[in-house]
């Protein structure tokens, strides 16, 4: 836990550093946002106030940079409630009422009511997409159905396209977690099993590497809630490295011959005797 706090301290003064070497040179070269509201530093500031300098003097920055509010938010996992705060804070601070209003006015029900109507027409027609999976309408729904909807009917559409589920995400700053969530269950409906996979499987330059930011539990659910194959359970339930609640796991997805191993490797020969009966017992039922 001190470990991880440690880290994240770190990677915060790092980001800082980055910030004020930038703007220190664009203060001494004259920028003119830094004239009209003049700047303090902010190394070793919490990331609250960093978010609110760079809400307030970084705004505009392109979300992949590392001045961008909508990047620094995803890096330290700042919540949608926090960025909203700083956000209402920072209108507050240049006295912009407009944006302030802006806040609270939320434009879901018109661009959900702009995906329905393409939607409509396009069933009407008779798209094959709509034929093979029937749509219901989205007009009132929240952003996680809205979401869902867009990631399994249009998950192709260009990243600028208002059906883009990437440019949904952005304009209602989904958090990454619950975009990845979303993604997990959308795979599972279509019972696409190498999607499945691929989401966990980072490729670097010459390894690939299985991580989760929500962790691999979520998908031995979806995928056991589904009818998934044994062969992908047993490789999610491998990604998991506490040996305990790796066990735990296996019993209640059915994955016996995992619980096994785990217990012989563990020389637990009690529990393994126990568990054999157990599977034993189950499997004469399932046989009747």
């Known amino acids: 836990f001190y470990g991880t706090m440690i880290k994240q301290h770190i990677k915060l003064l790092e980001s800082q550093q980055l910030i004020e070497r930038h703007d220190s040179r664009l203060q001494k070269e004259g920028a003119r946002i830094f004239k009209i509201h003049p700047r303090r530093p902010i190394l070793h500031s919490n990331t609250h106030t960093t978010m609110i300098y760079l809400l307030f003097y970084h705004h505009q920055a392109n979300n992949d940079h590392f001045l961008s509010p909508i990047k620094f938010k995803s890096d330290f996992l700042i919540s949608d409630e926090r960025f909203l705060w700083a956000r209402l804070i920072v209108t507050g601070i240049l006295r912009d009422w407009d944006g302030m209003r802006q806040l609270v006015q939320h434009k879901g029900i018109f661009t959900t009511s702009q995906k329905s109507r393409h939607d409509s027409r396009l069933q009407k027609e ?8 029937p749509r219901r309408p989205i007009l009132h729904s929240n952003t996680h159905t809205t979401m869902i909807y867009l990631l399994f009917y249009h998950h192709q559409a260009n990243n600028d396209h208002f059906l883009s589920p990437i440019k949904f995400k952005s304009d209602f700053l989904i958090s990454d977690e619950r975009f990845l969530w979303a993604r997990l269950i959308v795979t599972g409906i279509l019972r696409d099993w190498d999607g499945m996979r691929q989401l966990v499987q980072h490729k670097g330059i010459f390894t690939t590497s299985q991580k989760s930011i929500i962790g691999f539990k979520p ?20 990604l998991i490295k506490d040996n305990e609640v790796k066990f735990n796991l296996s019993l209640q997805y059915c994955l016996y011959d995992k619980s096994i191993e785990i217990l012989t490797s563990n020389r637990d020969l009690k529990k393994l005797q126990l568990l054999k009966s157990h599977v034993s017992s189950n499997r004469l039922l399932n046989n009747q």
Not at 126 to 133: C, D, E, Q, S
Request: with cysteine.
């Open 126 to 133: 008779g798209a094959r997409i709509f034929k093979i999976h």
């Open 219 to 238: 998908f031995l659910e979806i995928c056991y809630n589904n009818h998934g194959p044994i062969q992908l359970l047993d490789y999610f339930l491998s």
